[in-house]
């Protein structure tokens, strides 16, 4: 910012770095209490089977301060090749 900035100026400098700090923040409370994995065997939604645990894989979140990309616990069911981020 230049000495002599509007304040309109200000606050669109204030707003961009506001969005990124609240994306931050936001997908660390997302995880707050863990990536999603579940010690017991998952069980399919559609089909009953248990799923496998594939590990972890990035998943995209839309919010109202713009995206975050957090990792996510990813289960697969080998019956009807489902796919689930826990929990849900």
Known sequence: MHP?????EI???????RRE???GL???LALQHGAGAVPEGLRCEQ??????YKGEAK???EHIEGSS???RAYYHC?????GVFPPG
Do not use: H, N, Y
């Open 69 to 71: 990309e957090i990792d």
């Open 78 to 82: 080998p019956a009807c090749e489902g």
């Open 26 to 28: 936001a997908g660390q």
């Open 21 to 23: 700090l609240m994306a």
């Open 47 to 52: 089909c009953g089977a248990l799923m496998r």
């Open 59 to 61: 998943r995209g979140i």
């Open 11 to 17: 606050v669109k400098q204030i707003t961009s770095r």
């Open 4 to 8: 002599e900035a509007s304040f309109d």
